[in-house]
């Protein structure tokens, strides 16, 4: 092993990272099932593993996979302004928590709830890590032992595996199902309270569809049965819609504001979806129960720091400046069929030139992410003919930037409407690469 470690091949790492790729392809030699492989091989591959090692878990990918808003892609790509704006936070220091007038701690918080007031009508807004940290909060603050009514049909399993029952359960709330999978009525929360039941939530079902025979109460139904029993009213509308998706010819999804004129008294939303922001949980509604949950000691265990804080501010800002269209979720939602076949015609040209066998197909292109569930855009996809779909999706993935597509009829796809035309060369390299073997 100190000889293979010695080795010019792994010169170039750390020691701990060749020492790792050496016991790694040792390993692999040993458990061989097809014979010893040559002490060459084993270097190469020695080299191979700490050359991967070597890399960052976290490293960038370009996005061909079909999905906008694809969550193992890290969910909305962020405008550059938000971008700069976290580079900035993460770099130096920055005043998070101080009043500059007094030199007194200060509210982190502060620039974006007048942001998201702004552009939701909110009377108050408090941010944490994530939705579900948003949810598991807002039950906790106001129906801890106390009983929460969910819809059936909402009755939903959010992404890795976490089910919204278990979370209202986790909060401490004791859920009610109401009503059927397929349809309920405002008269069947009615019927369901009790003295025991201090709120109803509205979960919005962002990740499927039910169709056919179906019924659902407005929020305004809902909050006129809230107010007869005296009950919170929390609407979860997931995905964070600050604008009208129809004047994308998308059907209309949700927005914060509908559900805050609809009369709900908190509503919770991802920043990481429609909305093209970072990671983060957004809690608006009536000034006296936004504090409530504010003081809530659970709020220091899912704060927002202050990458985030900077993050989303720069995001809420291009939306207050009607600059929303230099999200990157928002463009690739508006983008021309022209646009989008464009690059792919680019892009196969190049390809063609290499003398690797591509052709620009019609796609569809999901929004992903639980918004806007079984709506699907139309796109263009490179579709690369090769013997090897498997092997060459992977080795498209093990480039880096790792290029991620699927593989659709023996071919491997690349979906082009998350492309940006600066991506192009390390997407013709990666292929280039792919093509070598």
């Keep these: 092993m100190a000889n293979l470690i010695a080795a010019p091949e792994l010169a170039a790492f750390s020691h701990r990272t060749a020492v790792l790729g050496a016991r790694e392809a040792l390993k692999e030699a040993r458990e061989a099932q097809n014979g010893k492989p040559s002490a060459d091989r084993i270097l190469e591959r020695a080299a191979e593993i700490a050359e991967r090692s070597s890399q960052s878990a976290y490293g960038p990918a370009i996005n061909c996979t079909g999905t906008i808003l694809n969550t193992g892609l890290g969910r909305a790509r962020l405008a550059k302004a938000a971008v700069e704006a976290i580079a900035n936070s993460a770099g130096s220091h920055t005043v998070l928590e101080l009043d500059l007038e007094t030199g007194r701690r200060g509210n982190r ?37 106390m009983e929460v009514l969910l819809s059936r049909g909402q009755s939903v399993e959010i992404g890795g595996s976490f089910r919204m029952p278990d979370v209202i359960r986790g909060a401490g709330g004791n859920l009610v199902d109401v009503g059927c999978t397929n349809r309920t009525r405002a008269s069947d929360y009615a019927s369901a309270v009790t003295e025991d039941t201090a709120a109803i939530l509205r979960c919005h079902p962002s990740n499927f569809t039910i169709t056919g025979f179906v019924e659902e109460p407005a929020i305004s139904e809902l909050a006129e049965v809230a107010a007869e029993h005296e009950l919170a009213l929390i609407d979860d509308v997931g995905s964070g819609c600050l604008m ?10 949700p927005t914060l504001a509908d559900s805050l004129q609809g009369g709900a008294h908190l509503v919770t939303a991802s920043g990481d979806k429609l909305l093209g922001g970072p990671q983060a949980g957004i809690i608006l509604g009536k000034r006296e129960i936004v504090e409530r949950v504010r003081k809530n000691p659970v709020a220091r265990a899912v704060r927002i720091d202050k990458q985030t804080a900077a993050g989303l501010e720069a995001t809420l800002k291009l939306y207050a400046d009607g600059r929303e269209g230099e999200i990157p979720t928002i463009a690739y939602l508006s983008r021309s069929d022209n646009e989008v076949r464009a690059l792919g015609n680019k892009l196969s040209k190049k390809l063609a030139e290499q003398k690797v066998e591509a052709s620009v197909e019609i796609a569809t292109c999901e929004i992903g992410a639980g918004s806007l569930p079984g709506v699907s855009l139309p796109s263009y996809r490179l579709a690369i003919t090769t013997d090897y779909p498997d092997g060459f999706a ?12 699927y593989i659709g009829r023996g071919k491997v796809c690349l979906d082009m409407r998350t492309v940006d035309v600066d991506e192009l060369p390390a997407i013709e390299k990666a292929i280039a690469a792919a093509v070598r073997g």
């Design 394 to 405: 992977r080795s498209l993935r093990m480039f880096r930037p790792a290029v991620v597509g």
């Design 109 to 145: 918080q502060t620039g974006l709830e007048n942001l998201l007031c702004e552009l939701t009508g909110a009377e108050a807004a408090f941010v944490v890590n994530n939705n579900a940290a948003a949810v598991m909060i807002t039950i906790n603050t106001l129906a801890c032992g």
């Design 244 to 253: 009208d998706t129809a004047a994308y010819g998308l059907p209309h999804e």
